[in-house]
């Protein structure tokens, strides 16, 4: 068998690679702030948005309304509003809002700004009939919310959140690689006996991986285009790409060069990309899943399924706990949950066709009561750096790796001692 090859094999490759992509980010972000000197022009824009997010919040005395939107052009922004307005979530407004004070920098990550509400209309697309039909199968209006994010990247509210992150799920409810992976798995199963089928009689000279992968492709496009392009989602399908390609061309895949080569062309045609949380914590995942691959190649099948789900959640848990803080006695659960939830996600989908949609809802009800039990477990920043320094050391030493193992492992012990003793 030939062995696959580098994608880089000299400093001259890389250097042009990174010259083209700074080249490609130039131009970028050049449109993009020709695009900002227009929105910031006037005093006030006039925008339509969608309604991503609405929830309470109480400063001193006042309670007011925080309203999360997102207009066409991508643009992400929070404002404000009365207690008394009703619920608008998916709504599309169109507003007046004042940004003239707006820097780029804000622009290209989101910001607030005050506004006035001129108008309001439902959002009659195809993602809300298919948010209703979901909805439908569903008594509780929070069992539907969760399948909504699971389907359609829709938001959940604080209080889900919080317990999913209590019970170290996050990474399950928000749509990313994993959901791609399975679903790409599931079409490419699907289509190869019917595919195989027709080849034998009609076009015995296709090829059929390329083919299959073309459908595939074409399918998971639609569908990252259906759910307005979520960064976690779009770092999936460019390295599904990415992967497909190296693939057909004999050149390694499970390789940190293949997440770097993504990450960077993502960056660079997309750079609002950089300021998202989920984009770096979905690319976060896919290191530490090659990292393992990377020094544990030879394990069998069963062996790296479960080394991975175990050692991932170790080596992420130093970052989540870090940013969000949110763990419980429970937490490690994940672990089994996550293993759980391959063929739960394609299990839930057919349900939900078939008319049974809430037949796991008992056991979702029973694990956000398990997630309300949960507590704050801080971390310093040096810890947060040692972690990620050693992630990267670990890429070329395997006993880099065992120490990033250990260490943890160690943050893993001292978190449950937090919950213990809280």
Same mark, same amino acid.
């Given at each position: 068998?030939?062995?696959?090859?580098?994608?880089?094999?000299?400093?001259?490759?890389?250097?042009?690679?990174?010259?083209?992509?700074?080249?490609?980010?130039?131009?970028?972000?050049?449109?993009?702030?020709?695009?900002?000197?227009?929105?910031?022009?006037?005093?006030?824009?006039?925008?339509?948005?969608?309604?991503?997010?609405?929830?309470?919040?109480?400063?001193?005395?006042?309670?007011?309304?925080?309203?999360?939107?997102?207009?066409?052009? +991508?643009?992400?922004?929070?404002?404000?509003?009365?207690?008394?307005?009703?619920?608008?979530?998916? $709504?599309?407004?169109?507003?007046?809002?004042?940004?003239?004070?707006?820097?780029?920098?804000?622009?290209?990550?989101?910001?607030?700004?005050?506004?006035?509400?001129?108008?309001?209309?439902?959002?009659?697309?195809?993602?809300?009939?298919?948010?209703?039909?979901?909805?439908?199968?569903?008594?509780?209006?929070?069992?539907?919310?969760?399948?909504?994010?699971?389907?359609?990247?829709?938001?959940?509210?604080?209080?889900?959140?919080?317990?999913?992150?209590?019970?170290?799920?996050?990474?399950?409810?928000?749509? /990313?690689?994993?959901?791609?992976?399975?679903?790409?798995?599931?079409?490419?199963?699907?289509?190869?006996?019917?595919?195989?089928?027709?080849?034998?009689?009609?076009?015995?000279?296709?090829?059929?991986?390329?083919?299959?992968?073309?459908?595939?492709?074409?399918?998971?496009?639609?569908?990252?285009?259906?759910?307005?392009?979520?960064? /976690?989602?779009?770092? /999936?399908?460019?390295?599904?790409?990415?992967?497909?390609?190296?693939?057909?061309?004999?050149?390694?895949?499970?390789?940190?060069?293949?997440?770097?080569?993504?990450?960077?062309?993502?960056?660079?045609?997309?750079?609002?990309?950089?300021?998202?949380?989920?984009?770096?914590?979905?690319? +976060?995942?896919?290191?530490?899943?090659?990292?393992?691959?990377?020094?544990?190649?030879?394990?069998?099948?069963?062996?790296?399924?479960?080394?991975?789900?175990?050692?991932?959640?170790?080596?992420?848990?130093?970052?989540?706990?870090?940013?969000?803080?949110?763990?419980?006695?429970?937490?490690? $659960?994940?672990?089994?949950?996550?293993?759980?939830?391959?063929?739960?996600?394609?299990?839930?989908?057919?349900?939900?066709?078939?008319?049974?949609?809430?037949?796991?809802?008992?056991?979702?009800?029973?694990?956000?009561?398990?997630?309300?039990?949960?507590?704050?477990?801080?971390?310093?920043?040096?810890?947060?750096?040692?972690?990620?320094?050693?992630?990267?050391?670990?890429?070329? /030493?395997?006993?880099?790796?065992?120490?990033?193992?250990?260490?943890?492992?160690?943050?893993?012990?001292?978190?449950?001692?937090?919950?213990?003793?809280?």
């Amino acid at each position: 068998m030939l062995e696959r090859v580098s994608l880089f094999n000299s400093w001259r490759d890389i250097s042009l690679f990174l010259f083209a992509s700074f080249f490609i980010l130039f131009l970028s972000l050049f449109f993009e702030y020709r695009n900002y000197k227009e929105f910031t022009r006037f005093d006030s824009a006039l925008v339509d948005a969608t309604v991503l997010k609405q929830y309470e919040k109480q400063n001193g005395k006042r309670t007011y309304q925080v309203l999360k939107l997102k207009n066409s052009d +991508g643009i992400t922004f929070y404002t404000t509003a009365k207690k008394s307005l009703q619920d608008m979530k998916n $709504s599309r407004l169109k507003m007046e809002i004042w940004a003239k004070e707006l820097t780029f920098f804000n622009y290209l990550n989101s910001f607030y700004a005050f506004s006035k509400i001129i108008s309001i209309e439902e959002n009659n697309t195809t993602k809300e009939k298919v948010n209703a039909f979901i909805a439908s199968a569903h008594e509780d209006a929070l069992m539907g919310n969760i399948y909504q994010a699971l389907y359609t990247a829709e938001e959940v509210d604080q209080k889900t959140q919080t317990a999913f992150s209590n019970l170290g799920v996050s990474h399950i409810v928000a749509i /990313s690689g994993f959901h791609l992976s399975i679903l790409s798995a599931l079409l490419y199963f699907l289509l190869k006996p019917l595919y195989g089928f027709a080849q034998e009689r009609f076009f015995p000279y296709r090829n059929s991986k390329m083919d299959i992968f073309a459908v595939v492709a074409v399918v998971l496009f639609a569908y990252t285009l259906f759910l307005d392009a979520p960064p /976690s989602l779009v770092r /999936s399908f460019a390295m599904f790409l990415v992967g497909f390609f190296l693939y057909d061309r004999g050149i390694k895949i499970i390789s940190m060069q293949t997440l770097f080569v993504t990450i960077i062309l993502l960056l660079a045609f997309f750079p609002r990309l950089a300021f998202s949380l989920g984009f770096w914590l979905s690319a +976060g995942g896919v290191f530490y899943i090659f990292l393992f691959l990377i020094h544990f190649k030879n394990l069998n099948f069963f062996w790296q399924m479960v080394g991975i789900s175990v050692l991932v959640y170790l080596y992420m848990l130093p970052v989540s706990l870090y940013i969000f803080q949110n763990f419980s006695i429970y937490h490690p $659960s994940s672990i089994i949950l996550s293993m759980l939830f391959t063929p739960f996600y394609p299990l839930s989908i057919l349900a939900h066709l078939v008319g049974f949609g809430d037949f796991c809802d008992p056991f979702l009800l029973w694990l956000m009561e398990l997630g309300e039990n949960g507590t704050k477990v801080e971390l310093a920043l040096y810890i947060f750096l040692l972690h990620i320094a050693l992630s990267f050391v670990a890429i070329y /030493s395997k006993m880099a790796m065992w120490g990033l193992t250990f260490f943890s492992t160690l943050v893993f012990i001292y978190a449950m001692y937090q919950v213990a003793e809280f």
